[in-house]
C-alpha cells in the first residue's frame, strides 16, 4: 500500500515537472484573392489556409486576430486608450481624448467573416473584439495539416495607428494587420492578445495574394512581384493589364515570414537597386521636395544592410522594402511602412535603420513581442544605435555607441516611474514606462552583457544566437543559454534583475588614499544590482591602464574587451558592500581615476564614479 502509493505520487510529480519538449514551430500556407473598391474604401476577401499542426497536442479550436476591428467606438482598444488617458498612446489620442471614441461610423474599421470552413465543413466561430475563436469539426491531429476557407469583407480604417486609408503623408491605403491572420500556437498556448495598438506574434508562413485594384494604383508590398510587366510602376516596358471595371490584378508570393503587408497609392514611384552580398531594396514613396531625402539614403542603406549582415547573420529574403505609408514605423515581413518625410538624413536613416533591423529581431529571430517586447525593440535598437554610429560618426567624440539610451534610461528613473521590462507590452501603465521596459532596457540588457562579457564574446553570442535560432520562435531562456554558453558564465543573475525588477546600478569611488609610491582605492555598491566592476586610471602622460574587478556570481571572469586589457583583481562579493585596493601610483603620476572609462555600465549615478587627481 505504502510502496503503490509512493508510485502513484511519484506519477504526479513526473507529470507535473515535465519539461518544455523538442521545439516545434506551427506553419502557415496563406492563399488570398483580394478585391478593393478603392472609392469606398472596403475589399472583399477570400482566403484558403493550409495549416501544420507540429506540436505534440491535439488541436480542437483556432484563433484568428481580427486587427481593424479595434478601430471603432467601444472598442477593446477605444476602451485601453480611454483609461490610460495621457499615459497612452499619444498617436491614439487628441489632447488626452480617444481618438476612437469620435470616430465616424463610416471611418470605422472591420473585418466581417462570412463563413469559415474546415476541409470543407462549416465552422461554429464567435467573434469576441480583435479576435475569433473558431470551432474545429475535426481535431488538427500533432504532425498533420487542416485547410480552413474563409470569405469577408473590409472596410479600410480612417488610418489611426499603422494601418489605415488617408495617412497624414496622403498615402491612399496602409494594408498592414489586414486580413484574418491565424494566431500562434505554441508551449504557452495559443497566442490570443487582443489588439489594442502595440505588438504583434504569428507563426511563419507562406503568402500567395492576389490584389485586384483600380488600374492607376501602385502597390508597395513585402514580397516578390510575380507579374511586373501587368501592373503599373515597376517595369519601364510593363503593358498594364486591366479587366472591363479598370482593375489589374497584383500578384504577390512571399515565403517564410510572420506577415504580409503592403500599401496602395496612385502617387507612388517605385526605385529599386540591389546589394552586393543583401537584398534587392525598394524604395516605395510619393517623390517629391518633401521625399528628396530618400534619394540621398541610397548609399546609407546599402552600408547598413552589409553591417548588420557582418554583424548579426545574414538577411535571409530576397528583397526589402521601404514603404512610404503608417503612422510613423512598423516592421512587417519584408518591408515597413514609414512616414516619408524627415528633417535630416540622420532622422530618415535611423527610422529605416531602427525598422529595418526588426527583420532579424523579430522577423527572422522571431520572439513573441508581446510577451517579451524587450527582445525585438531592444535588440532593435541596439543594432539601430551600432548601425548609426558607423554610418553617422558622431560629430563629437563619444565613448560608445549607446550613450543617448542610457542617458535616456539613466533620467527615467529618476522619475521613479520604471517599470519591469518582463511585463507583458500591451499591459504597461504608462507608455513612457512601457517605451523605457522595452526599448531602453532591452537595449541596455546587450551593452551590459558586453560590459560583463566582453565585446567579442557579444558579438560571438549574437551571431550563434542567429545561427541556432534563424526562422524559429527564441525566447529569452535560449538566449540566456547561449550568452552562458560562450562566455561560460553564470548570468541568470543579471538576466533576473535586469529584466525581471526595476532595480539599479549604483557604484562610487568612496575613498582615495595616495601614499608615497601607490594609491589606496575604496569604491562602493550604493546599488541593487551588483556588478563586475571595470576600473581605470589615466597616468599624467596620458596613458591609460586598466582593472577588472571580478563579482563572484559569474564565476568565470572576463578575459578580454576591446574598451581594454585588464590587469584582474581579486573578486568582489555580491553581499560585499565595500572593496578596496591598491595601484602602483602615486599622486604625482595620476591626472583621473574611475569606474568604466568605456561608460557602458548603466550606473545610475555616474557623477561619483570618477576623481579627477589635482
Ligand atoms: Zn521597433
Redesign the pocket.
Known amino acids: 500500500m505504502k510502496i503503490r502509493l509512493l508510485f502513484i505520487l511519484t506519477l504526479f510529480a513526473a507529470v507535473f515537472s515535465a519539461q518544455q519538449g523538442p521545439y516545434y514551430h506551427q506553419y502557415a500556407k496563406y492563399k488570398m484573392d483580394i478585391d478593393v473598391d478603392a472609392a469606398n474604401f472596403t475589399y472583399q476577401g477570400k482566403q484558403t489556409l493550409t495549416y501544420t499542426n507540429n506540436s505534440p497536442e491535439e488541436l480542437k479550436v483556432a484563433y484568428f486576430h481580427l486587427y481593424w476591428n479595434a478601430f471603432r467606438s467601444g472598442s477593446i482598444m477605444d476602451q485601453r486608450v480611454q483609461s490610460q488617458g495621457k499615459n497612452g498612446d499619444s498617436r491614439l489620442q487628441k489632447e488626452g481624448i480617444s481618438r476612437l471614441a469620435s470616430i465616424p461610423k463610416e471611418q470605422e474599421g472591420a473585418q466581417n467573416i462570412h463563413w469559415i470552413k474546415q476541409n470543407g465543413k462549416d465552422l461554429k466561430f464567435e467573434i469576441q473584439g480583435t479576435v475569433m475563436k473558431v470551432e474545429l469539426a475535426e481535431p488538427i491531429k500533432p504532425k498533420s495539416s487542416t485547410t480552413f476557407t474563409m470569405e469577408w469583407d473590409a472596410n479600410i480604417p480612417m488610418q489611426i495607428r499603422r494601418a489605415g486609408r488617408n495617412n497624414r503623408e496622403g498615402i491612399d491605403m496602409t494594408m498592414t494587420q489586414w486580413y484574418p491572420k491565424i494566431a500562434e500556437y505554441d508551449y504557452d498556448g495559443w497566442a490570443t492578445f487582443d489588439y489594442v495598438g502595440r505588438e504583434f506574434h504569428a507563426p511563419f508562413a507562406d503568402f500567395d495574394v492576389n490584389i485586384k485594384i483600380d488600374k492607376d494604383y501602385i502597390i508597395g508590398a513585402g514580397g516578390t512581384l510575380e507579374n511586373p510587366l501587368e501592373v503599373k510602376g515597376y517595369n519601364a516596358n510593363a503593358n498594364v493589364k486591366f479587366d472591363q471595371n479598370q482593375k489589374s490584378t497584383w500578384h504577390w508570393t512571399a515565403k517564410n515570414i510572420l506577415d504580409f503587408a503592403w500599401a496602395a497609392d496612385r502617387d507612388y514611384s517605385v526605385d529599386s537597386f540591389t546589394i552586393l552580398d543583401g537584398p534587392k531594396v525598394y524604395l516605395v514613396y510619393q517623390k517629391s521636395e518633401k521625399t528628396a531625402l530618400w534619394e540621398q539614403a541610397k548609399p546609407k542603406i546599402t552600408q547598413y544592410f552589409q553591417l548588420m549582415n557582418a554583424s548579426f547573420g545574414k538577411y535571409v529574403y530576397p528583397s526589402y522594402a521601404f514603404i512610404q505609408g503608417g503612422d510613423g514605423g512598423m516592421?512587417y515581413g519584408m518591408c515597413t511602412m514609414i512616414l516619408g518625410e524627415a528633417k535630416t538624413l540622420e532622422d530618415l536613416c535611423g527610422l529605416m535603420f531602427?525598422?529595418g533591423a526588426?527583420s532579424w529581431f523579430q522577423q527572422i529571430l522571431a520572439t513573441n513581442e508581446s510577451m517579451r517586447p524587450w527582445m525585438d525593440?531592444g535588440f532593435?535598437s541596439y543594432a539601430e544605435d551600432l548601425c548609426m554610429y558607423r554610418i553617422f560618426p558622431p560629430k563629437n567624440p563619444q565613448p560608445n555607441p549607446f550613450t543617448g539610451a542610457l542617458d535616456g534610461y539613466r533620467k527615467f528613473v529618476k522619475t521613479g516611474k520604471e517599470e519591469p521590462a518582463v511585463w507583458l507590452g500591451d499591459h504597461h501603465d504608462d507608455g513612457r514606462a512601457y517605451s523605457v521596459a522595452s526599448y531602453t532596457k532591452g537595449e541596455t540588457y546587450l551593452i551590459q552583457l558586453g560590459y560583463i562579457v566582453g565585446e567579442q564574446n557579444l558579438s560571438l553570442i549574437m551571431k550563434e544566437y542567429y545561427s541556432q535560432w534563424k526562422l524559429k520562435h527564441p525566447t529569452d531562456r535560449d538566449f540566456l543559454h547561449i550568452a552562458q554558453q560562450i562566455s561560460g558564465m553564470d548570468l541568470k543573475w543579471f538576466h533576473h534583475y535586469w529584466i525581471n525588477t526595476t532595480k539599479n546600478i549604483d557604484y562610487s569611488v568612496k575613498n582615495v588614499e595616495y601614499g608615497s609610491n601607490s594609491t589606496k582605492i575604496t569604491l562602493a555598491n550604493n546599488g541593487g544590482i551588483p556588478m563586475p566592476i571595470d576600473f581605470s586610471v589615466m597616468t599624467k602622460d596620458k596613458k591609460v591602464v586598466s582593472y577588472h574587478i571580478p563579482m563572484n556570481m559569474t564565476h568565470v571572469w572576463k578575459q578580454k574587451d576591446i574598451y581594454g586589457g585588464y590587469t584582474t583583481l581579486e573578486f568582489w562579493p555580491w553581499t560585499q558592500k565595500e572593496y578596496s585596493f591598491t595601484i602602483p601610483y602615486s599622486k604625482t603620476q595620476l591626472s583621473a581615476l574611475g569606474i568604466d572609462f568605456s561608460q557602458r555600465l548603466a550606473d545610475v549615478n555616474p557623477v561619483d564614479n570618477f576623481v579627477e587627481v589635482k
Do not use: D, K
Open positions: 516592421e531602427h525598422e526588426h525593440e532593435t
